[in-house]
């Protein structure tokens, strides 16, 4: 596959380069230059395959020849080390668990397939790869996991002091080799800054190679499709006409089940899930786009006021505002109402939820209003 960069000046970029610039050299990010459905029948017979399997047929066509076949199926087996099962709570919504891997956040995935791909693309050379990243939580931790002890990569994490939980500070400032975690007093959105500002610096990155694991680089932001397929295998035999509502903050893991659905995942419909940081459902009511300074919520990982991966969507609407919004609906929702959804999952379903898979509920609960046939 060649990717090429949403600001157009990059074309026939290999994914091997995407993968370690990161973000492409005029700033826009790397798109894969066409998507080639998969056949009908792997849906149809899905339950026939592995999950390594659906792994490998819904990602090959991103990553080879870069990497080749057998070694995709190395990397796809110690990638998905754990299981994500899919928990029924009524006859209209289940939930898919994510939080089965290492560092408990659904990012394990694309951490430890981008870190095993990294690796692969270092194992003869002995040039050093810096994975510079900034986190609100989740993603450092996962990254610090997957890439540890990785022979040719080392990653800096930026962090906001006092803004992430205790177990996530563990998590990334703990495991020494080759990890570093920067704690910054200030915000996530200043992390980013910091993060973007380095790109930019030429001084730096003629000295040294850096690339970016946050969504935006295509190896941590592609395995995300596998487990909406993974969820489709254990739903489809019971609920027709699947929606999926995604706890949204970049739109890397929403835009990564889009991906699948362009694949051919038999998906009617996305809900976007927000916190108060609504800019993408204000998009939808307004038709403008407009970035805030993000505000902190109880749903941290979602507290982005400038989601990076929405030119992505875009773009696989080929721009146009009416078949996005055709596809995709979006609410937002306050700390109050986090709470409450948490406390009515547990007390209906006996069933305990983080603040952002109550976000989730909520938007799947909207969305049931108005479309009560949907699971
Ligand atoms: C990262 C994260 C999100 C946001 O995902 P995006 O891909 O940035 O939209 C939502 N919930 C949890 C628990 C996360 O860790």
New binding site residues.
């Given amino acids: 596959m060649k990717y090429y960069s949403l600001n157009r000046k990059v074309v026939d970029e290999s994914f091997k380069n995407a993968v370690i610039k990161g973000l492409a050299p005029d700033r826009g990010l790397y798109s894969p230059g066409y998507i080639a459905p998969l056949p009908k029948e792997f849906f149809e017979q899905i339950d026939n395959y592995s999950y390594p399997e659906i792994a490998f047929n819904a990602i090959r066509q991103f990553v080879t020849p870069d990497i080749p076949e057998p070694v995709l199926k190395d990397i796809i087996k110690e990638t998905l080390s754990f299981d994500f099962p899919v928990v029924q709570l009524d006859d209209h919504i289940s939930t898919l668990e994510l939080f089965h891997g290492p560092t408990m956040?659904?990012?394990d995935v694309g951490a430890r397939f981008m870190a095993r791909c990294l690796g692969y693309f270092n194992k003869d050379n002995d040039e050093t790869v810096t994975v510079l990243v900034a986190t609100s939580?989740?993603?450092g931790g996962a990254v610090a996991n997957g890439f540890l002890g990785v022979k040719g990569v080392n990653v800096v994490i930026l962090y906001p002091s006092g803004k992430v939980s205790d177990i996530q500070e563990k998590q990334l400032t703990t495991l020494g080799q080759n990890i570093t975690a920067l704690e910054v007093q200030g915000t996530f959105d200043d992390c980013q800054d910091m993060v973007k500002t380095a790109f930019l610096d030429d001084d730096l990155i003629s000295e040294m190679q850096l690339t970016s694991a946050n969504?935006i680089n295509v190896a941590r932001w592609l395995p995300q499709m596998f487990y909406f397929i993974f969820a489709y295998k254990q739903l489809h035999n019971i609920h027709k006409n699947l929606v999926f509502s995604?706890?949204?903050?970049?739109?890397?893991?929403?835009c990564a089940g889009i991906m699948a659905q362009q694949l051919g995942l038999p998906i009617t419909h996305f809900i976007a899930s927000n916190n108060v940081n609504n800019v993408v459902t204000e998009y939808l009511k307004t038709k403008l786009f407009q970035p805030k300074h993000s505000i902190q919520t109880i749903?941290n990982?979602?507290d982005?006021g400038n989601?990076s991966?929405f030119i992505r969507i875009q773009e696989i609407y080929k721009n146009s505002f009416d078949a996005l919004k055709d596809n995709i609906s979006s609410y937002s929702f306050t700390d109050a109402e986090t709470k409450e959804a948490m406390k009515e999952i547990h007390n209906k379903y006996n069933y305990v939820a983080?603040p952002?898979g109550a976000v989730g509920y909520l938007g799947a609960k909207a969305y049931l209003k108005d479309n009560p046939n949907a699971h």
Wanted: hydrophobic share 35%.
């Fill in positions: 956040a659904f990012k939580g989740d993603t969504s995604v706890p949204s903050g970049n739109f890397g893991n929403i749903s990982a979602m982005v989601p991966n983080d952002h």
